[in-house]
Every structure is written in C-alpha cells, then in structure tokens.
Antibody
Framework: QVQLVQSGAEVKKPGASVRFSCKAS????????MHWVRQAPGQRLEWMGW????????KYSQNFQRRVTITRDTSANTAYMELNSLTSEDTAVYYC?????WGQGTLVTVSS | DIVLTQTPLSLSVTPGQPASISCKSS???????????LYWYLQKPGQPPQLLIY???NRFSGVPDRFSGSGSGTDFTLKISRVEAEDVGIYYC????????FGQGTRVDIK
C-alpha cells in the first residue's frame, strides 16, 4: 500500500533553515508529482510547491519562491524540501502529498 | 490565484441527519480535457487530510457511499447523506487546475 513517511519534528531558531524528508513506499516516486503543503496553527492548508519526481522539474508558490527548494532522490524513493530564513510565522505542520495520499506531517517550531 | 470559498464555516449535525458543504471557486475549474479539478478532503483531529472525493464526484478508494460530490464550473457541493460520529473534523475543498489552493475549511461536529 502507498505510504509517505516524513521526518520528525524540529525546533529551529529564527534565521535558520530546515530540511524535510518524505520517503515513499508502495509505489515508484518518479512516476508521480509530489507536493508540499503546510498548515499553520488555526490556518487553512497552504500549497508551497511541487516536484515532478520523474524529471526533477519544480514549481513553487510565489509566497515561498525565494526560500524553498524541493528535490528528490529516486534511488531512495524520497522527496525533500528545504525552507530557509525561518521566522516564527513558519511554525506549522508540513506535509508531503501526492494529492491522494499524505504523509503524517512534520511539526516545525521556530522560536528564539 | 484561484480562491476557494467554503460555506458554512461550521456545522453541528445530529447523527443520522444529512449535511451539505458548499465550495465556490473564483475561476472555472473545468479543464480543456473535460475534467473538473475539484477535490474534497476530511482532516480528523491530529491527522493529515484524507481524500474523500476527486474530480468533483468520484469517491476515493474505501470512502463510504454516504459521501457524494456534485457541481460544475465554479460551484461545488459535498453531501453526507447520514452523518456518523466518525465524520467529525474539518472538510476542505481543493482545486488542482492551477497549482493547488484550498478552501478555508468547514468544521463539522456532532450535536
């Protein structure tokens, strides 16, 4: 069965970077697009970007364009997202999703 | 950017009674291939969203048939024919014709 397993919770200081991983099982990563979506406390879901895991093409939301990088390692069947220049407003749960299946989410807390 | 507006924002339902949620899009979600890219998700407390309906009216694998989706163009509806206790959570619509955007969510609880 399809599963997306994400990396564990992180606590970061303002200005730092964070890297998320999303390991896919039950299917071949490169056959699908992988999205990253975040959910700040009490807020709606917010799309951050996607990667075509087959050819590596990426597209980012304008809200995160300058701070986010999405990559993948097809040999590890894993997608990654890096978010830079963190502020307290980046405190949120971050999800990877194939639209039909979602990872369990990674909580990032940004605090000095 | 496409904006999705859901109504109502909250709903309290007696078990066994129906419920309905509306999602209105700022642009048509009908693509040139004839498909309409509107999804419905349920996010239960402490869990990631789970797919209920894709492309307006198609139930995802394992989704009970009490859930149904309808609509076209810019106006869409999710209906639950008989609400059960396990249906509590926040329901989101999402469009996938232009990247991804989500509605603000509709919280459903049991009376």
């Amino acid at each position: 069965q399809v599963q997306l397993v994400q990396s564990g919770a992180e606590v970061k200081k303002p200005g730092a970077s964070v890297r998320f991983s999303c390991k896919a099982s039950g299917y071949i990563l490169s056959n699908y697009v992988m999205h990253w979506v975040r959910q700040a406390p009490g807020q709606r879901l917010e799309w951050m970007g996607w990667i075509n895991a087959g050819n590596g093409d990426t597209k980012y939301s304008q809200n995160f364009q300058r701070r986010v990088t999405i990559t993948r390692d097809t040999s590890a069947n894993t997608a990654y997202m890096e978010l830079n220049s963190l502020t307290s407003e980046d405190t949120a749960v971050y999800y990877c999703t194939r639209d039909d299946y979602w990872g369990q989410g990674t909580l990032v807390t940004v605090s000095s | 950017d496409i904006v999705l507006t859901q109504t109502p924002l909250s709903l309290s339902v007696t078990p066994g009674q129906p419920a309905s949620i509306s999602c209105k899009s700022s642009q048509s979600l009908l693509y040139s291939n004839g498909k309409t890219y509107l999804y419905w998700y349920l996010q239960k407390p402490g869990q990631p969203p789970q797919l209920l309906i894709y492309e307006v009216f198609n139930r995802f694998s394992g989704v009970p048939d009490r859930f149904s989706g309808s609509g076209s163009g810019t106006d869409f509806t999710l209906k639950i024919s008989r609400v059960e206790a396990e249906d509590v959570g926040i329901y989101y619509c999402m469009q996938s014709i232009q990247f991804r955007t989500f509605g603000q969510g509709t919280r459903v609880d049991i009376k």
